[in-house]
């Protein structure tokens, strides 16, 4: 029997995502052929994680675009991402699949040319939705199908990002302003918009939303706080230290993956010192660095009167999404790991604990949610069933706009009409 040829798969850009994607698809039985990572320290650090694989490092994605023959089956484009449309186009009409971190792009307009493309192309393009991936999703999806809580007429739904992970992400990190990335609601929570569509299952009509930027402010910031952590009288007290957040996380190794990895390449004490003495992680929150809302709550009404809820905020633990499913015969609970149902026939409550490992973080892959994704795309490009990717190109498209809609009616204090839209 003729052993089945591994998936060649190229990372384009190697950051703290594309480097999770490529060490579990490594883990799968897949090649890395090929890595685009301007950033030398990362690309030092990409080549020595995967030393065991035949990357070729090339400076750009034209130049692999430009190849005479393929140098791998698809892509991982993992970029910051207002440098995903281009690398996602160009690389579609040259034949690759792609597996396109979310969000897609930070507009429409950018987003529809991806989509576009990979049609033209007749490639696969699957969008990083992995919340839809995980056991625990699956499980609650197929409790809603099978009809354990009769007719689905609401939702609650909660993000609860974390406060030290706001911080590091949305006030200090990459997706501090919207001009450099974009709005929060779909910088961080497309997810979430996408998952209430792939939960409930119907076409959204209307959106309103509120929220704003209300903590991370320069008139918060305490009257003897300095510029820097490091110099701060308040480090030791400040709930948003970077001193006692970052240095928290040296000897775990989840942590020092991510978020610890994302500020320096020296992942030891005073290579974290160094990188919070020079670098932006090392900032003061509430010196007006950042514009994103810290904290969101968005409204759906979807086709037949079915309602969504969805809250976001810096304000919390970093633990897995809390949502509450209200039926006509049933309610759940979940907290991630366990889906309580409440049997309205029989007035009875009953535990379904799907299998999970892990946290929450991106630095434990969500629970096993890009474990699962990772193999799906894997399969997909194998095989060419596309099935086992559980949203096409389309599907991911409109639930973005939903958020887009979301972010209007936000900044217009309007209830949206997107009767256009389909989740």
Not at 162 to 170: D, L, M, N, R
């Amino acid at each position: 029997m003729t052993a089945a040829v591994p998936t060649r798969l190229a990372i384009i850009g190697a950051g703290s995502r594309g480097t999770g994607y490529a060490r579990r698809a490594v883990a799968e039985g897949a090649l890395i052929t090929a890595v685009v990572e301007p950033d030398e320290a990362r690309l030092r650090a990409f080549l020595a994680e995967l030393s065991a694989q035949p990357v070729i490092v090339y400076d750009t994605w034209q130049e692999i675009a430009a190849l005479p023959a393929r140098i791998a089956d698809a892509v991982v484009i993992s970029t910051p991402d207002r440098l995903h449309a281009e690398p996602g186009i160009g690389l579609a009409h040259a034949g690759y699949h792609l597996l396109l971190e979310k969000p897609m792009a930070p507009t429409e307009e950018e987003s529809a040319r991806i989509v576009a493309a990979a049609e033209e192309a007749g490639v696969m393009l699957a969008v990083c939705h992995v919340m839809r991936y995980s056991s625990y999703s699956q499980t609650l999806k197929k409790l809603l199908d099978e009809g354990a809580i009769g007719r689905l007429v609401s939702v609650e739904h909660l993000e609860p990002i974390g406060w030290w992970h706001f911080a590091h992400s949305y006030v200090r990190g990459n997706w501090a302003r919207e001009e450099d990335s974009g709005p929060m609601l779909l910088t961080k929570s497309s997810h979430d918009i996408d998952w209430l569509s792939y939960v409930v299952g119907l076409p959204v009509e209307r959106v309103s939303s509120f929220g704003s930027l209300l903590h991370f402010r320069p008139e918060s910031k305490p009257a003897n706080a300095t510029a820097r952590c490091l110099d701060c009288p308040l480090q030791n007290t400040c709930a948003y230290s970077a001193t006692k957040i970052y240095r928290g996380f040296l000897g775990d190794e989840t942590f020092e993956r991510w978020p610890l990895a994302v500020l320096t390449t020296d992942v030891t004490a005073s290579g974290i010192d160094r990188a919070l003495r020079d670098g932006p992680y090392g900032r003061c929150v509430f010196d007006g660095q950042n514009d994103v809302v810290d904290h969101q709550v968005v409204n759906i009404e979807y086709q037949g009167g079915v309602t969504a809820s969805f809250t976001v905020t810096a304000f919390t633990e970093l633990d897995f999404r809390k949502t509450r499913l209200f039926g006509t015969a049933g309610s759940i609970e979940g907290d991630g790991r366990t889906l309580v149902v409440h049997d309205f026939v029989e007035d009875r409550k009953y535990e379904v604990v799907p299998e999970s490992r892990g946290n929450a973080s991106a630095a434990d892959g969500h629970g096993g949610a890009d474990d699962a994704l990772v193999q799906a795309f894997l399969h997909a490009v194998r095989t060419g069933d596309r099935s086992v990717l559980l949203s096409g190109p389309e599907e991911s498209l409109a639930t973005h706009r939903v958020v887009w809609l979301a972010e209007e009616a936000r900044r217009t204090n309007a209830v949206v009409s997107v009767a256009h839209v389909t989740g």
